[in-house]
């Protein structure tokens, strides 16, 4: 038997005369579902959302309530790491397509592939991979948790960490630690660089330069605070500066003017000249979609539960550390 066509949101399936909002707020209630949002999705999609965050948070936030469906409004990690936590609920994403360049850039076979030239190391992995990558790790960490990950760890023990390596190089500069670096990246923060930094700086001299760990040592080098999403809300809100320049995707400006709607918020912009500040992933996923994903439970999440074990130690050793 033919294996089934994957699921294609039918947009046009849509009454155009339905308020949008007013449905999903009922399918939620229907359904018994939980929506949850990442930082660099649509305004409007956040504002609907039950919780806002980063990518760990929300899974963590999913495997807490008691929904029996959770719509993730993010890419296709995100997803698979709430079912890795919640093997028990429906898991749905909007658009199925909606990936990540890192994941997509560190296939599960060829990952494997490449750690048989470090049998020796330990493997450290990134949330922003695939189930089967974090499958083959020891343990995950976040870009908020990523010094203390790799620092838990033996001092003489080796280590290879994967598969950003903008994040990796940060962490090595932080921990003093050596690590073999997975050559991936992040099609987003990868757009930004000095030059580009520098001339918002000589615009701006009195901004303070937020950027995220993804972004390039050049970039880096040139905050006044490097951090994960979390952690440059936070920053925002508790910094007295009136004027930030933001380096990472720009969905994030939503929380922070929710935050310090008096502030000037500069988004660096990428050196091509392209608006690539924007994800093109995670903008994928629009409230039209939310709506047939809630009314048809469909594309839904689903894992081998072999895969989803191997994965869920790694997964488990991170979250063991507290």
Not at 63 to 80: N, P, S, W, Y
Not at 151 to 167: N, T, W
Not at 168 to 191: A, N, S, Y
Request: hydrophobic share 45%.
């Amino acid at each position: 038997m033919p294996a089934p066509l994957p699921y294609v949101p039918d947009l046009g399936s849509i009454d155009p005369s339905l308020d949008l909002v007013a449905e999903i707020q009922r399918l939620r209630k229907e359904r018994g579902a939980v929506i949850l949002a990442h930082y660099y999705q649509e305004p409007e999609i956040q504002d609907l959302a039950d919780f806002v965050g980063d990518s760990l948070q929300l899974s963590q936030q999913a495997a807490r309530t008691g929904a029996e469906v959770i719509a993730f409004c993010g890419v296709h990690f995100m997803a698979e790491t709430a079912k890795i936590l919640s093997p028990d609920r429906r898991v749905v994403l909007p658009d199925l397509d909606a990936g990540c360049s890192l994941a997509d850039r560190c296939p599960a076979d060829q990952f494997q592939a490449w750690l048989k030239d470090y049998p020796d190391h330990a493997v450290v992995s990134y949330i922003n991979c695939s189930a089967g990558v974090k499958a083959l790790s020891d343990i995950i960490c976040t870009s908020s948790n990523a010094v203390r990950v790799v620092e838990s760890l033996p001092r003489d023990r080796k280590i290879v960490f994967a598969p950003d390596r903008h994040l990796g190089k940060w962490v090595m500069g932080q921990t003093g630690r050596d690590m073999v670096l997975f050559p991936g990246f992040c099609i987003v923060h990868e757009q930004f660089t000095a030059k580009r930094l520098a001339a918002l700086m000589a615009q701006h001299p009195g901004a303070k330069v937020i950027v995220h760990p993804e972004c390039d040592a050049t970039v880096s080098r040139m905050a006044d605070f490097v951090g994960s999403t979390a952690a440059l809300i936070r920053f925002v809100k508790e910094q007295p500066a009136l004027s930030f320049i933001v380096g990472t995707e720009a969905g994030i400006l939503h929380q922070m003017r929710k935050v310090r709607p008096e502030v000037e918020l500069i988004p660096i912009p990428a050196d091509s000249g392209c608006n690539c500040s924007l994800c093109p992933y995670m903008k994928l996923n629009s409230l039209e979609k939310l709506y047939l994903a809630l009314r048809d439970l469909q594309p839904e999440i689903t894992l081998e539960e072999g895969l989803r074990i191997r994965a869920r130690r790694a997964v488990q050793a991170m979250l063991d550390l507290g």
